[in-house]
């Protein structure tokens, strides 16, 4: 039945040297989401390089445009599926520089798997990585120990590899570390489980992605409706009448008869009905669906406004303080005027203040640094010319995150989150916080 | 994470459902965001679902926007007839660009091999700075090609309709950056996320009425370059080419000189289904002489504005 298939959205990061092109299209190779002719392809151009089996990797090869221009684009999307569950990848270089690239993947991942070289362990980069995960609040992340081939299988590489990884992790507030010890090249488990380790008792990489549990329960979280699109037939007949508030429920559950308040105006008024595309009156609407509301009061509202419930409502206010990435060429100062896209609002902003720059690998903080640069993570303090309903990204990653955008040429300058997802010092975890899962053989 | 902080099954959603609110919201991400949208319309299933998800989208009201079809001069005539009916139906606003003007006219021509698909970029240009829509929905699919795969939702388009890799922004959780300079454009690509499988299996559950070429049939054909081709007025069958009869169906739908139908004996969609989920060939590469050009080929056309 179709109807039981979930979708996971997952990131990977991790650079070539990681043999993360190997995994992706190991991945996709093992659960059939390869086609002949695409396989073709590469056995030929494989070929052609003088190899003497398919590279894999050659399935998530780059664009001659990227090639000619020095360039990579940042995100790569790839599907694959098993009779469970449906997957997107977003396939993410993993250099130095592209600490934008893993945010961008990370922002809209469930689950983010991060690679290292079981002979190198845990090195600057997974540190980033690690991160980066925990500053997007990734609720899962997959330690994936590859190269196992090349250290002989031995627990004893893989051990100390995942208890640093995993503590590390911890420390930085990721939710959940899952460690896999596995080889992408000959396949040890990434889909079938190894027959060389069987010191290992968990799932295979493949076993982990479909079992993860990654349904939220909505009714977990208040209920947030950013308004996209009223529409009002003013047809003749039947709807003649009709004003409803299109758009997705981004967090939480609405029913009819609800009592909720229109923000930034604070109106109030009653779900007269809820209607979910074509189908009227529906009795619940939960996240992520795109519904329509109906208010029983004919108020003011329009594109830009958040419908929530009266007793969890978001704060208003013009005053922001975030986490920051900085994503464009042209750095980030104190004094910028930009414009701020949260939800369906787009608002002039300012930016007050850089109150700190982040260094990634270390988590040292830096004050009032006089720009962020491109892959720079820092803490800034707007002033918008307008209120907005805000949550920290921390309580929910759809309200609590924002873009700043050039108003000039209209590009995409920065990645915002409200409040400070990331604590910056490492030495002291939140309290409750800890890793869970089963992170090595034994556990 | 522990079952008992699990949602209970009613406030779950399918992959379906999932894929479905997401097209939705970017359908009405761009209806509020841009002055003039158009949905590219070529009578083609991914173009079909398109509307059919703009239809849910802004119930009870009508779609806010209007179709633009490329027409090549060799599309099939049960694709056309489709497209006219749904127009009909729906009370749409259609704009057709026509190939065949432009090589009547002589501002086009017809290439040695016949196949038109590579003329469209010119008369899609056209119609797109003619008719100043700033924002057109395109039916393409992230799983389809290696460079639709570094495709963004919203993928920013100059002047010349020409997709630069460099100004491509990035796009980070459900926050669709559409700001575009006058004479600029977006395309928006609603069903990204989707896979064929995807397609068909809801086309099957929203019961999607489908031009009758999708289904198996019999029709005189000829082989050229490994597929089967239509014969008719556009240039085939050629000398030492034979036509036959076969039961076949056709994949993709586009330009008769190079879409290909496949063997098939699939005449309902749960056949279609299991058939696309057997399939050892991607779409494009069962169906596209035009892909087959180079390895590059679609990202060579994208760069020069094509769909």
Same mark, same amino acid.
């Given at each position: 039945?179709?109807?039981?298939?979930?979708?996971?959205?997952?990131?990977?990061?991790?650079?070539?040297?990681?043999?993360?092109?190997?995994?992706?299209?190991?991945?996709?190779?093992?659960?059939?989401?390869?086609?002949?002719?695409?396989?073709?392809?590469?056995?030929?151009?494989?070929?052609?390089?003088?190899?003497?089996?398919?590279?894999?990797?050659?399935?998530?090869?780059?664009?001659?445009?990227?090639?000619?221009?020095?360039?990579?684009?940042?995100?790569?999307?790839?599907?694959?599926?098993?009779?469970?569950?449906?997957?997107?990848?977003?396939?993410?270089?993993?250099?130095?520089?592209?600490?934008?690239?893993?945010?961008?993947?990370? =922002?809209?991942?469930?689950?983010?798997?991060?690679?290292?070289?079981?002979?190198?362990?845990?090195?600057?980069?997974?540190?980033?990585?690690?991160?980066?995960?925990?500053?997007?609040?990734?609720?899962?992340?997959?330690?994936?120990?590859?190269?196992?081939?090349?250290?002989?299988?031995?627990?004893?590489?893989?051990?100390?590899?995942?208890?640093?990884?995993?503590?590390?992790?911890?420390?930085?507030?990721?939710?959940?570390?899952?460690?896999?010890?596995?080889?992408?090249?000959?396949?040890?488990?990434?889909?079938?489980?190894?027959?060389?380790?069987?010191?290992?008792?968990?799932?295979?990489?493949?076993?982990?992605?479909?079992?993860?549990?990654?349904?939220?329960?909505?009714?977990?979280?208040?209920?947030?409706?950013?308004?996209?699109?009223?529409?009002?037939?003013?047809?003749?007949?039947?709807?003649?009448?009709?004003?409803?508030?299109?758009?997705?429920?981004?967090?939480?559950?609405?029913?009819?008869?609800?009592?909720?308040?229109?923000?930034?105006?604070?109106?109030?008024?009653?779900?007269?009905?809820?209607?979910?595309?074509?189908?009227?009156?529906?009795?619940?609407?939960?996240?992520?669906?795109?519904?329509?509301?109906?208010?029983?009061?004919?108020?003011?509202?329009?594109?830009?406004?958040?419908?929530?419930?009266?007793?969890?409502?978001?704060?208003?206010?013009?005053?922001?303080?975030?986490?920051?990435?900085?994503?464009?060429?042209?750095?980030?100062?104190?004094?910028?005027?930009?414009?701020?896209?949260?939800?369906?609002?787009?608002?002039?902003?300012?930016?007050?203040?850089?109150?700190?720059?982040?260094?990634?690998?270390?988590?040292?903080?830096?004050?009032?640094?006089?720009?962020?640069?491109?892959?720079?993570?820092?803490?800034?303090?707007?002033?918008?010319?307008?209120?907005?309903?805000?949550?920290?990204?921390?309580?929910?990653?759809?309200?609590? =995150?924002?873009?700043?955008?050039?108003? =000039?040429?209209?590009?995409?300058?920065?990645?915002?989150?409200?409040?400070?997802?990331?604590?910056?010092?490492?030495?002291?975890?939140?309290?409750?916080?800890?890793?869970?899962?089963?992170?090595?053989?034994?556990? | 994470?522990?079952?008992?902080?699990?949602?209970?099954?009613?406030?779950?959603?399918?992959?379906?459902?999932?894929?479905?609110?997401?097209?939705?919201?970017?359908?009405?991400?761009?209806?509020?965001?841009?002055?003039?949208?158009?949905?590219?319309?070529?009578?083609?299933?991914?173009?079909?679902?398109?509307?059919?998800?703009?239809?849910?989208?802004?119930?009870?009201?009508?779609?806010?926007?209007?179709?633009?079809?490329?027409?090549?001069?060799?599309?099939?005539?049960?694709?056309?007839?489709?497209?006219?009916?749904?127009?009909?139906?729906?009370?749409?606003?259609?704009?057709?660009?026509?190939?065949?003007?432009?090589?009547?006219?002589?501002?086009?021509?017809?290439?040695?091999?016949?196949?038109?698909?590579?003329?469209?970029?010119?008369?899609?240009?056209?119609?797109?700075? %003619?008719?100043?829509?700033?924002?057109?929905?395109?039916?393409?699919?992230?799983?389809?090609? /290696?460079?639709?795969? /570094?495709?963004?939702?919203?993928?920013?388009?100059?002047?010349?309709?020409?997709?630069?890799?460099?100004?491509?922004?990035?796009?980070?959780?459900?926050?669709?950056?559409?700001?575009?300079?006058?004479?600029?454009?977006?395309?928006?690509?609603?069903?990204?996320?989707?896979?064929?499988?995807?397609?068909?299996?809801?086309?099957?559950?929203?019961?999607?009425?489908?031009?009758?070429?999708?289904?198996?049939?019999?029709?005189?054909?000829?082989?050229?370059?490994?597929?089967?081709? %239509?014969?008719?007025?556009?240039?085939?069958?050629?000398?030492?080419?034979?036509?036959?009869?076969?039961?076949?169906?056709?994949?993709?739908?586009?330009?008769?000189?190079?879409?290909?139908?496949?063997?098939?004996?699939?005449? %309902?969609?749960?056949?279609?289904?299991?058939?696309?989920?057997?399939?050892?060939?991607?779409?494009?590469?069962?169906?596209?002489?035009?892909?087959?050009?180079?390895?590059?080929?679609?990202?060579?056309? /994208?760069?020069?504005?094509?769909?």
């Amino acid at each position: 039945m179709t109807s039981e298939i979930s979708l996971l959205r997952l990131a990977t990061a991790g650079s070539v040297d990681d043999g993360k092109s190997t995994l992706v299209g190991r991945l996709l190779h093992d659960c059939k989401a390869v086609f002949a002719d695409q396989l073709d392809a590469v056995e030929r151009v494989s070929r052609e390089r003088g190899l003497s089996g398919a590279d894999l990797a050659l399935l998530t090869d780059g664009l001659r445009a990227e090639r000619e221009q020095g360039i990579t684009i940042d995100v790569a999307y790839r599907y694959f599926a098993t009779p469970r569950r449906r997957f997107i990848l977003a396939d993410t270089p993993g250099h130095v520089q592209y600490t934008r690239n893993m945010v961008t993947g990370a =922002s809209t991942a469930q689950l983010a798997v991060v690679l290292v070289d079981a002979r190198n362990g845990v090195v600057e980069q997974t540190r980033r990585h690690a991160a980066v995960a925990a500053l997007l609040r990734v609720p899962h992340v997959v330690l994936a120990v590859n190269k196992m081939d090349l250290v002989g299988y031995a627990e004893s590489v893989f051990a100390p590899i995942a208890d640093e990884f995993t503590a590390y992790a911890a420390r930085l507030g990721a939710p959940e570390v899952t460690a896999i010890p596995i080889s992408a090249l000959a396949g040890d488990n990434v889909v079938e489980p190894s027959a060389e380790m069987d010191w290992y008792g968990g799932p295979t990489l493949l076993e982990h992605l479909e079992g993860v549990d990654v349904e939220q329960d909505p009714g977990a979280h208040p209920a947030r409706f950013p308004v996209q699109y009223v529409l009002r037939p003013q047809t003749p007949g039947e709807f003649r009448d009709y004003r409803g508030y299109a758009g997705q429920l981004v967090s939480g559950v609405l029913h009819p008869g609800e009592e909720v308040v229109v923000l930034p105006s604070g109106q109030r008024s009653t779900i007269a009905g809820i209607d979910r595309l074509g189908e009227q009156d529906v009795e619940v609407a939960f996240a992520p669906q795109s519904v329509t509301l109906r208010l029983a009061d004919d108020l003011d509202v329009s594109r830009g406004d958040v419908i929530a419930p009266v007793a969890h409502a978001p704060r208003v206010t013009q005053d922001v303080s975030a986490t920051v990435c900085h994503l464009a060429a042209r750095p980030l100062r104190p004094g910028d005027r930009v414009l701020l896209r949260h939800g369906t609002r787009t608002v002039k902003a300012m930016v007050r203040s850089l109150d700190s720059r982040l260094d990634i690998d270390t988590l040292a903080a830096e004050p009032a640094p006089p720009a962020l640069s491109v892959n720079e993570i820092g803490r800034v303090t707007l002033r918008t010319a307008a209120p907005l309903p805000l949550d920290d990204y921390t309580a929910d990653r759809r309200t609590g =995150s924002f873009l700043l955008i050039d108003e =000039s040429d209209g590009a995409t300058l920065t990645a915002g989150m409200v409040g400070a997802p990331l604590g910056t010092d490492p030495g002291h975890a939140a309290p409750g916080q800890s890793a869970t899962g089963p992170v090595a053989a034994g556990v | 994470m522990s079952v008992l902080t699990g949602a209970p099954s009613r406030l779950r959603q399918s992959h379906l459902d999932a894929l479905e609110s997401e097209a939705v919201h970017i359908f009405r991400e761009t209806a509020a965001e841009f002055e003039r949208p158009v949905l590219l319309f070529s009578g083609g299933k991914d173009s079909i679902l398109m509307l059919h998800l703009a239809l849910k989208a802004f119930w009870p009201a009508p779609v806010p926007f209007g179709l633009l079809h490329v027409d090549t001069g060799h599309n099939f005539d049960e694709v056309i007839a489709y497209r006219d009916r749904t127009v009909a139906r729906h009370g749409l606003r259609l704009t057709v660009a026509g190939v065949q003007d432009y090589i009547d006219d002589g501002r086009l021509t017809e290439r040695p091999d016949g196949t038109r698909n590579p003329l469209q970029t010119v008369p899609l240009l056209d119609a797109i700075t %003619t008719n100043r829509f700033d924002a057109v929905f395109g039916g393409g699919r992230r799983d389809e090609e /290696k460079a639709r795969a /570094k495709e963004r939702v919203f993928s920013l388009r100059d002047e010349f309709g020409g997709w630069d890799p460099r100004r491509q922004r990035p796009e980070l959780w459900q926050l669709y950056n559409g700001r575009h300079r006058v004479g600029e454009h977006v395309r928006v690509f609603p069903l990204s996320n989707w896979t064929e499988l995807d397609v068909w299996q809801y086309i099957e559950r929203e019961g999607i009425e489908l031009p009758e070429i999708y289904f198996a049939h019999e029709r005189e054909v000829f082989s050229r370059d490994g597929m089967w081709l %239509t014969a008719g007025g556009w240039g085939g069958p050629k000398d030492g080419e034979s036509v036959e009869r076969r039961m076949v169906r056709y994949r993709t739908v586009g330009d008769m000189s190079c879409t290909g139908a496949v063997d098939s004996d699939a005449v %309902t969609i749960a056949q279609v289904i299991r058939e696309v989920a057997t399939s050892t060939l991607t779409e494009r590469g069962a169906t596209r002489a035009d892909d087959k050009l180079s390895e590059a080929a679609m990202e060579d056309r /994208k760069r020069e504005g094509y769909f």
